[in-house]
């Protein structure tokens, strides 16, 4: 057979397709700690984790979600926890970058709601709490099935604080699963962490159970 009877070692190409993609990962940590601004929630992940947050006194200091791990004491276990950005009245229609915002409460299967439970605070932690399950719920109300637990900060500024913890217990919105737990802690003085890295760490047990 003559060489230029033989089959091509290759033809012409034609131009190929390209795509462009965007993914977005769905679960960004164990646990999600939601709150309004300036709740603590930042100074509470340096607490109860290995994270290294910014923290500074003026709002929305946390822009990103930023992840900690949290070592149970009494065992090996551990869970990542995410602090998200703060959100504010009106994030449902996108106020403070509220949907940019709360597009991450959908992204862990636990959320902590953090509550400054100090005489300083803005509002009543019953107030903030409200709001906050308010704005999630409108988001997205499936987001309000998720298991949760309530955590107050800042212990350390008010003698009342486990009063205002114990209003906030007794006023819980009907439309939400009934929190797991309440813990009362102080970043400042290490008061009650111990006891949430324990309600945390309980909280990932719970969603490998569920998931047998």
Do not use: W
């Not at 439970?117 to 709490?129: E, I, L, T």
């Not at 998720?146 to 350390?156: E, H, L, N, S």
């Not at 500024?157 to 009934?178: D, N």
Request: net charge neutral; aromatic share 4%; hydrophobic share 40%.
């Amino acid at each position: 057979k003559r060489r230029r009877d033989a089959l091509p070692r290759h033809e012409p190409g034609q131009p190929g397709q390209r795509v462009q993609v965007e993914l977005e990962l769905m679960t960004i940590a164990d646990v999600a700690f939601v709150g309004a601004p300036n709740a603590g929630k930042s100074t509470l992940l340096r607490a109860v984790s290995n994270a290294a947050p910014k923290v500074a006194s003026y709002p929305f200091t946390t822009l990103q979600p930023f992840v900690g791990m949290v070592h149970n004491p009494d065992d090996h276990s551990q869970v990542q926890v995410a602090d998200l950005p703060g959100l504010v009245d009106g994030a449902s229609r996108n106020v403070g970058l509220g949907h940019r915002f709360l597009r991450h409460v959908a992204r862990a299967p636990t959320l902590a709601y953090v509550l400054d439970c100090s005489q300083f605070a803005a509002q009543h932690p019953v107030d903030v709490f409200a709001m906050l399950v308010r704005e999630v719920g409108l988001y997205d109300d499936s987001l309000l099935r998720k298991r949760c637990i309530v955590v107050g900060t800042k212990a350390d500024e008010e003698s009342e604080a486990e009063a205002r913890l114990a209003e906030v217990a007794a006023s819980v919105p009907a439309e939400i699963t009934p929190p797991s737990a309440y813990r009362l802690v102080s970043a400042h003085t290490g008061a009650g962490i111990t006891e949430l890295q324990r309600a945390l760490c309980a909280s990932r047990a719970r969603d490998v159970l569920e998931s047998l």
